[in-house]
């Protein structure tokens, strides 16, 4: 497992910014720990490692800065990936699913996405992608970006501030975040049997399953 508190004593806010921006809208961040790291990051400001303000203005802005480049970059390029040969992730059912799905459910979506692991860098990116209008895109944002990394950030500041010795179920606690993040992702599945096919089919093709 990554050792986030030495992560993130050694890169520093400048390193734990720029994870948050990758984590929250460029394809290849999709496997950072970001609510991890912001509750990890918030119990170290509790202990005097780092600046609880600087820490959450830092944060805020990163999310939100790197929703709107994979935001930007799904409106700009997005069309073009999803019409190459179909694939798991890409093709072009997948385009009009996001367009009809970001104009019914857009707005409370990218506030959920925030908290799922993976879901949350291509959220932003499927929305550029169906074309969701900029500025009611930037304002559920801006929600979203309050609420998980100023909010959870936070969490882990003031349970490090009134739990003595809490550091030491650093892990115990961490696993459960991502337990519950991952929830949603897991019901969907489930419940999504055209989901699940694809999936099945995706694993057998790649895996060389028959």
């Not at 780092?50 to 970059?73: K, M, Q, R």
């Amino acid at each position: 497992m990554f050792d986030l508190v030495m992560i993130i004593k050694t890169v520093g806010y400048a390193g734990l910014f720029g994870i948050i921006f990758a984590e929250s809208g460029l394809f290849f961040g999709f496997f950072l720990p970001g609510d991890s790291l912001l509750f990890t990051a918030g119990l170290l400001a509790s202990q005097g490692w780092l600046n609880i303000w600087l820490l959450i203005t830092g944060t805020f802005i990163a999310a939100v800065v790197g929703d709107s480049v994979g935001y930007a970059f799904g409106y700009r390029i997005g069309p073009r990936i999803f019409n190459r040969p179909k694939s798991f992730l890409f093709h072009p059912e997948q385009l009009e699913r996001a367009k009809h799905f970001f104009d019914e459910h857009g707005g409370k979506t990218i506030i959920i996405a925030r908290f799922i692991p993976i879901i949350r860098t291509f959220a932003p990116i499927l929305a550029g992608v169906g074309k969701m209008k900029y500025s009611y895109f930037l304002s559920y944002n801006i929600i979203g970006g309050i609420l998980w990394a100023i909010g959870v950030t936070l969490v882990g500041y003031f349970l490090g501030s009134i739990v003595p010795g809490i550091d030491r179920y650093l892990w115990p606690i961490i696993i459960l975040i991502i337990l519950t993040s991952l929830l949603p992702t897991f019901i969907h599945v489930v419940k999504d049997k055209d989901y699940r096919l694809r999936l099945w089919g995706f694993i057998k093709k790649y895996l060389g399953f028959k």
